[in-house]
C-alpha cells in the first residue's frame, strides 16, 4: 500500500517493541491503567497519575538535558508550540479522557490487562483520527496557523535556564508529594 | 527479581522514575521520544486506505502520516507491544481482569454493557480529536513534552488537567466521592 513499505527497518520495529513492553509493563504496575485509577485523579481521591507523570518529569529532565549538557545527545524532540491548538486540544482532551477513563497509552496498556471497553475505546480513537484527518484543513487555517511559536521550550520562551526550571519542578513535586503523602496517611487513619 | 515483577502493587514514584529513564533511552539510544496517538492516525489512515487509497493520499493530513512513511513503524511497534507489556505485568501479579463496566461508571450509569461502550466510543474519538489538535497525548506532550519543558506541552498539561477535572466532577459527581 502506498509509496512507502508497509512496514519500517526490523531493528527499528524491535527498539520500538522492547520500549512498548517496558512502557506497558510500567503502566500497568503503577495502576494508571485502570479506568478507576485515571477518573480518581480528576475526581482528586488517587494520586498515582500526578505521581508518575511528575516524577517521570522531573527524572527524565535531568537526565535528557544533562546529556544534552554533555554532548551525549544532539536532538531534542520538542513539539511545536501552536498555542491554540495545544490549548483548546487539551480541553478536548481532557474531556474525553474523562469520558473514556484512559489516555491512549493507558487504554492499550488497559486492554493488554483485560478491560473490554477500553478496546471500544482504541477503536474510536481510529475512528476519531479519521475524522480530524478531513477537518485538519479547516483546523490548520483556524486555529493552528495562529500564535505558531515553533519549537519553543519554557527556557527558550523566557531566556532562563533550563535548570532553572528543571529545580524548580523538583520542588515543586517533593513540596506536591509530601503534602499528598500527608493527606492520605490522614485519610487513612 | 522475579519476586519484584510479581508483585501486584510498584510504588507511583518508582513507575514515574523508571519511565523517565526509559526516555533517556529512547533519547539515547533510538533518537525518540514516547508517544502514541501518532500511531492512531497511522491506523486509520491504513484502514481507509484498504477501502478507498486515493481518498487517503489526497487527504492532506492523513498522506503526511501514512504514504510517505512506513505505516507500522517504531511508535506503532511500541504501541502494539505497550498491550503486551501491560499483559504480562498482570499475568505476573495475577491481577489480569475482565471488565466491561468499571464500578465507578456503574454506579452512576447503571450496569448497561451497550451504554459503557457507547460512552467509551464516543470517548475516544473526543479523546484524539483533542490530541491530534494539540498535537500529542499524555505521552508525547505529557511525558516527553513535559521532560523538555516543551511550551506546547506544558500548555496542554495545564488545559487537560482543567477539562479532565471539570468534566469528571460533571459526569460522575460529587456522589462518586
Known sequence: ?189 | MICYLRQKNWSPYLVGSLLGMLSWATFYFMDKALGTSTSMVQAAGAVLGLFNESLVRENAYLSKYVVVKPVFDWQMALVFSLALGAYLSAKLSKSRINEKVPTLWANRFGPSVGKRYLASFVGGIVLIFGARLAGGCTSGHGISGGLQLALSSWVFLVAMFAAGLASAFAIYGKGAR
Not at chain 1, 18 to 31: A, E, P, Y
Not at chain 1, 74 to 103: D, R, T
Open chain 1, 1 to 189: 500500500m502506498f509509496d512507502s513499505s508497509f512496514f519500517a527497518a526490523p531493528t527499528e520495529l524491535l527498539l520500538g517493541a522492547i520500549t512498548g513492553i517496558v512502557f506497558g509493563f510500567l503502566l500497568q504496575k503503577s495502576g494508571v491503567s485502570r479506568f478507576e485509577t485515571i477518573v480518581g485523579q480528576f475526581l482528586l481521591r488517587d494520586h498515582r497519575v500526578i505521581k508518575v507523570m511528575l516524577t517521570a518529569i522531573v527524572v527524565g529532565g535531568i537526565g535528557i538535558y544533562g546529556m544534552r549538557d554533555l554532548g551525549l545527545i544532539e536532538n531534542l524532540h520538542v513539539k511545536n508550540a501552536q498555542l491554540y491548538g495545544n490549548a483548546l486540544g487539551g480541553l478536548i482532551f481532557g474531556v474525553g479522557m474523562a469520558l473514556l477513563g484512559y489516555c491512549p497509552g493507558t487504554a492499550v496498556a488497559a486492554i493488554g490487562e483485560g478491560s473490554r471497553h477500553a478496546i471500544i475505546g482504541v477503536l474510536g480513537m481510529v475512528f476519531g483520527a479519521g475524522l480530524f484527518a478531513q477537518v485538519y484543513p479547516w483546523m490548520k487555517s483556524a486555529l493552528l496557523q495562529e500564535a505558531d511559536l515553533g519549537a519553543a521550550t519554557l527556557a527558550s520562551a523566557t531566556g532562563l535556564s533550563e535548570w532553572l526550571f528543571i529545580a524548580a519542578l523538583a520542588v515543586l513535586a517533593l513540596v506536591l508529594f509530601a503534602a499528598l503523602e500527608r493527606h492520605e496517611k490522614r485519610a487513612r487513619s
